[in-house]
């Protein structure tokens, strides 16, 4: 198989704290994840790649010191969004590479929607 | 730069009706990968197939099946007599750098909405 899971799925919190999301890799290693950030009825945005032992690599116009990005395991990668504000709300997808067959193919999580208040 | 255009932005059957999402992409890569994912209410994204540039052969899995057209750029997918289950978005993706562990470029999605 090739789970990945989501935590938490949903959050709700008010304006100028910091959330963590976790992602993790139940039944396979990832070097690499991905972290995406979907708004309503859009396609999915690519905002940062995640690499165990080294740091993020941040796609064109997403803050680094706004969503922080640790990858410390083979399993788990964390997005942490310092000091949310309302804008910032949204859904948040993550997604691991596996590699099967020769070739790799990304999983993804089930998602966390959050509302900054 | 890649890019990948679903031209049907919604799309409305009703049950056991067939229905094509038809996908386009542009690419500068002689190698490079398709993907099919389904993303239903919930919200998550689950993965439907992987096809890479060199291999154009049509797949079917079960109700559903995939036309992979190197010449057109296309690479549509068909559901055949579809169910209440299939209604959700559907997103066509490829990659970037000609390997299959490149990023991932999405389409728009289409949105199936199938009425019992």
């Known amino acids: 198989g090739a789970v990945v899971s989501q935590h938490p799925s949903w959050v709700i919190c008010k304006s100028g704290t910091s959330v963590k999301i976790e992602c993790r890799s139940l039944d396979f290693q990832a070097t690499t994840m991905f972290w995406y950030r979907q708004f309503p009825k859009q396609s999915l945005m690519l905002m940062a790649t995640s690499n165990e032992g080294s740091k993020a690599t941040y796609e064109q116009g997403v803050e680094k010191d706004k969503f922080l990005i640790n990858h410390a395991s083979l399993t788990l990668s964390t997005l942490t969004v310092t000091s949310a504000h309302p804008e910032d709300s949204s859904f948040y997808i993550c997604?691991?590479?596996?590699?099967?067959?020769?070739?790799?193919?990304?999983?993804f999580g089930p998602g966390t929607r959050l509302l900054v208040l | 730069a890649q890019k990948v255009t679903q031209a049907q932005t919604e799309i409305s059957v009703v049950e056991k009706e067939d229905v094509t999402l038809d996908c386009v992409y542009e690419t500068r890569d002689t190698t490079y990968y398709l993907f099919w994912y389904k993303q239903p209410p919930s919200g998550e994204l689950v993965f439907l197939i992987r096809?890479?540039?060199?291999?154009?052969q049509n797949e079917i899995s079960g109700r559903y099946s995939w036309n992979f057209q190197k010449s057109t750029s296309s690479f549509n997918f068909t559901i055949t007599a579809s169910q209440v289950v299939d209604s959700a978005v559907y997103f066509c993706?490829?990659?970037?750098?000609?390997?299959?562990?490149?990023?991932?470029?999405f389409g728009q999605g289409t949105i199936l909405t199938v009425h019992p």
């Open positions: 993706v490829t990659n970037a750098g000609g390997t299959s562990y490149g990023k991932l470029t």
């Open positions: 096809r890479n540039s060199f291999d154009e």
């Open positions: 997604s691991a590479r596996k590699s099967s067959g020769g070739a790799e193919t990304q999983y």
